[in-house]
């Protein structure tokens, strides 16, 4: 069974600019979650989505949204890119909420 | 709020030895905890889980220790070998809540010397 895969990888962007980013769960598997991870910070929670609707969201400002689709693939988007958005982006998805949560490789977004 | 916590952030170890690494929690009513495994420029990997109906389960070359009484999880890794060499991260499941439903801690890196 495939794993977690997540589009683009890398990502180079400029300040002001917005920027979505694409993960594709595990068949079979309906719960998505998605975490922002800086040296700084360490993984911090964004938003999970369930059955196409966010579940639960962190303490993100509003310019940090995201989506699912009927097939469970998710999007996240960032809007009005700053220079401290720089972060690996991870994606995770679990068969229910409450249950193991397996991530992708990540994109990595670099802010200039 | 309720948090997971390590007690070392670095670890460095001989290839073949034992390696212990320590988690701490502080939400008594955590029912199941997770441990991760990054290597550097990898998303976390799920290592092994347990359950808090138990106090040790085993996997291949780990063994998870949980002990509620001091509120304190283990990952105890048996001839540890370079591939090891990664950052360790222990997350307690969490019913909602802000932080989402895994709770991580900021992790543990561990190196093995060859």
């Known amino acids: 069974k495939a794993g977690v895969t997540q589009t683009p990888r890398y990502l180079i962007k400029t300040r002001g600019q917005q920027v979505t980013l694409s993960c594709s769960p595990i068949?079979?598997?309906?719960?998505v979650s998605w975490y922002q991870q800086t040296p700084g910070q360490g993984l911090q929670f964004l938003f999970e989505?369930?059955?196409?609707?966010?579940?639960n969201k962190g303490n993100f400002p509003g310019r940090f949204s995201g989506r699912q689709f009927s097939n469970s693939r998710s999007e996240m988007n960032v809007s009005t890119l700053e220079l401290g958005d720089s972060a690996l982006y991870l994606c995770?998805?679990?068969?229910?909420?409450?249950?193991?949560?397996?991530f992708g490789p990540g994109t990595r977004l670099l802010v200039l | 709020g309720e948090s997971v916590g390590l007690h070392l952030p670095t670890l460095s170890v001989q290839e073949g030895d034992n390696s212990i690494i320590n988690c701490a929690y502080s939400?008594?009513?955590?029912?199941?905890f997770i441990w991760y495994k990054q290597e550097s420029g990898k998303g976390p990997q799920f290592i092994i889980d347990?359950?808090?109906?138990?106090d040790k389960r085993q996997g291949q070359r780990v063994t998870v220790l949980l002990n509620k009484t001091v509120k304190h999880l283990s990952l105890q890794i048996a001839a540890t070998q370079p591939g090891d060499s990664a950052v360790y991260f222990c997350?307690?499941?969490?019913?909602?809540?802000?932080?989402?439903?895994?709770?991580f801690g900021k992790g543990t890196k561990l190196s093995v010397k060859p």
């Open positions: 995770a998805s679990s068969v229910d909420r409450w249950e193991t949560q397996y």
């Open positions: 068949s079979g598997h309906r719960s």
């Open positions: 989505y369930f059955s196409e609707t966010q579940r």
């Open positions: 939400n008594s009513a955590s029912d199941y």
């Open positions: 347990i359950r808090s109906n138990m």
């Open positions: 997350a307690e499941l969490n019913y909602g809540g802000s932080q989402g439903n895994l709770i």
